[in-house]
């Protein structure tokens, strides 16, 4: 595919959002920032790949306390710097911190690190030792004071979902992060119907299946790779395509490179047919039955 106006991306973006339980939106394609901000001779290239990220409305941007141990949120600080407004941005806390006075602190080097005085989604990296009723008490407090907008979680599967919108204050949840692409589909079985059901959209981290076992079979695969050729596509442009095709799924591929970035956003101006879908479907079956969940 050749390169594509900013402009024409901006408004493939506003045509592909997720709706939140609190009504705001969530563009389909967004930036991940994993492994980002580790390796300073590829600090500026990241920097110029998020902000043109940006500037093609790829609003969201997910980032961590992990990634880097605050390395790629304050590389995310720096490159939002003066574009607060532009942003919706996503950061996860540690489960060890994700309670009592340790939840205000890692909540607050966070936003330090960002440059921001609130998020607009804060995750649960995983579940923890800390009671989940614990961990959303404190969530609904940062709310409260205004640290963030909302507040989700990421790797919980249909029995934690379960046992989450259970609580006082579950069904707050915003979103829950999973891993999701082509080549990894069982959450397809119950957990990605359960939060249709419940109106929660679903970010799909690693949607290109990085640091996955199986991205090369992934990336060679004849059926993907003949499709792509078929649009003048990229086999990453059909994945993502691929990923968000339902309109509930957010996928967060990071990319950074400045190309890469704008080829990513590109994606979302195809438009496949039931065909492709069915051709895909049969190279990559969907689930039959439940399997654990997918991490990496």
Same mark, same amino acid.
């Given at each position: ?43 500026? +290239? ?11 409305? @790829? ?16 590389? *995310? ?31 607050? +080097? ?10 607009? @989604? ?59 692409? @082509? ?34 079979? *992934? ?29 509930? *799924? ?42 654990? @969940?997918? *991490?990496?």
């Amino acid at each position: 595919m050749n390169r594509i106006p900013h402009t024409l991306i901006l408004a493939a973006l506003k045509q592909h959002v997720a709706e939140l339980p609190d009504g705001r939106e969530m563009r389909a394609l967004g930036q991940g920032t994993w492994r980002m901000g580790e390796d300073e001779s590829k600090r500026e +290239a990241e920097i110029e790949a998020l902000r043109t990220g940006l500037d093609c409305g @790829l609003h969201v941007i997910d980032t961590a306390e992990m990634y880097g141990e605050g390395k790629s949120e304050s590389l *995310v600080g720096e490159a939002i710097q003066d574009r607060r407004e532009d942003v919706f941005l996503v950061s996860k806390v540690y489960p060890h911190n994700a309670g009592g006075d340790e939840l205000v602190q890692a909540c607050d +080097a966070t936003l330090e690190r960002l440059g921001t005085d609130y998020l607009d @989604l804060y995750l649960l990296h995983w579940r923890g030792n800390i009671p989940l009723e614990e961990t959303v008490d404190g969530l609904e407090q940062l709310k409260a004071d205004g640290k963030i907008r909302a507040w989700g979680v990421s790797n919980f599967d249909v029995d934690d979902m379960k046992e989450l919108l259970a609580l006082p204050n579950g069904k707050h949840c915003a979103v829950n992060q999973v891993l999701y692409h @082509l080549g990894s589909r069982g959450v397809e079985y119950d957990l990605l119907p359960f939060l249709q059901e419940h109106g929660i959209p679903m970010m799909a981290y690693a949607p290109l299946a990085e640091g996955s076992d199986v991205k090369e079979k *992934v990336f060679n695969d004849e059926t993907l790779n003949r499709i792509a050729e078929a649009y003048n596509a990229t086999p990453a442009q059909i994945l993502l395509t691929w990923t968000v095709r339902n309109g509930n *799924v957010i996928a967060i591929p990071k990319a950074g490179q400045k190309a890469h970035v704008e080829e990513n956003g590109a994606a979302l101006l195809l438009n496949l047919t039931e065909d492709d879908f069915n051709a895909l479907d049969e190279a990559f079956p969907p689930p039959s039955e439940k399997k654990p @969940l997918d *991490v990496i």
